[in-house]
């Protein structure tokens, strides 16, 4: 299995909402990342978690909490965003390991959309 | 600190010429190299990666890339383009010792004219 999967594909929500999206591998990967697309943009990496700890944080604002369960989920919760957070939303996976040269796996994204 | 240019915003081939999608990059020490394609409304595909060795790599879909230490150079290219490579290419560098940080350029827009 060498697929990243993330539901849901689509989210509209308003400011005062809270919603969660989620990411799923299982390919026994140990690093997970979330990014932020805007379109027709290079992705913005948000967060990086190896071996399930938060290794990484882009300076990105507190409405968005990212939370690993465990080492095939991550999720990335939301609450109180603002329309300029509308966006593809991509999480990725790669083997854990010191020399940073494996590839990243991306899953299809969630579109969202903040009213 | 790492970067990646892609000087074309846009490439415009004719289906069964050769296709080169350029990138150079700036790194202090020796760069990881990657190419990623992404379909729209799709997340990025990895297509192929330099590490060490062989300047010339070979990646999925029929792509290669030859990587140009002196030119700070990583090219995309392949010998025959089809329709169905239209798409956005991002090149992507990762300086290593640790890092998990992929730095992408900004992309260019493939578009194979049948």
């Known amino acids: 299995d060498t697929e990243v999967t993330q539901t849901p594909k689509h989210l509209v929500m308003g400011m005062t909402n809270k919603k969660s999206l989620k990411c799923e591998q299982h390919?026994?990967?140990?690093?997970m990342y979330w990014y932020k697309q805007k379109a027709k943009k290079p992705p913005e990496l948000m967060f990086v978690?190896?071996?399930?700890?938060?290794?990484i944080n882009e300076s990105v604002p507190s409405r968005f909490s990212p939370e690993c369960p465990n080492s095939s989920l991550l999720n990335l919760h939301l609450h109180a965003l603002q329309p300029e957070d509308s966006a593809l939303y991509l999480c990725?996976?790669?083997?854990?390991?010191?020399?940073?040269?494996?590839?990243?796996?991306f899953g299809p994204g969630t579109r969202l959309t903040v009213l | 600190a790492q970067s990646v240019a892609q000087p074309e915003d846009q490439v415009n081939v004719a289906e069964g010429n050769p296709l080169t999608v350029k990138c150079t990059y700036s790194v202090s020490g020796n760069p990881y190299l990657f190419w990623y394609v992404q379909y729209p409304n799709r997340g990025l595909q990895f297509l192929l990666k330099y590490i060490t060795g062989d300047n010339l790599v070979k990646g999925s879909y029929g792509f290669e890339a030859e990587f140009n230490k002196s030119q700070t150079s990583f090219h995309l290219k392949k010998p025959s383009a089809l329709v169905s490579d239209s798409a956005l290419y991002f090149c992507a560098v990762n300086q290593g010792a640790g890092s998990y940080q992929l730095t992408f350029g900004k992309g260019t827009k493939l578009s194979v004219i049948p």
């Open positions: 990725a996976s790669s083997q854990e390991s010191s020399g940073g040269h494996n590839e990243q796996f």
């Open positions: 978690y190896s071996y399930e700890k938060l290794s």
């Open positions: 390919m026994g990967h140990r690093a």
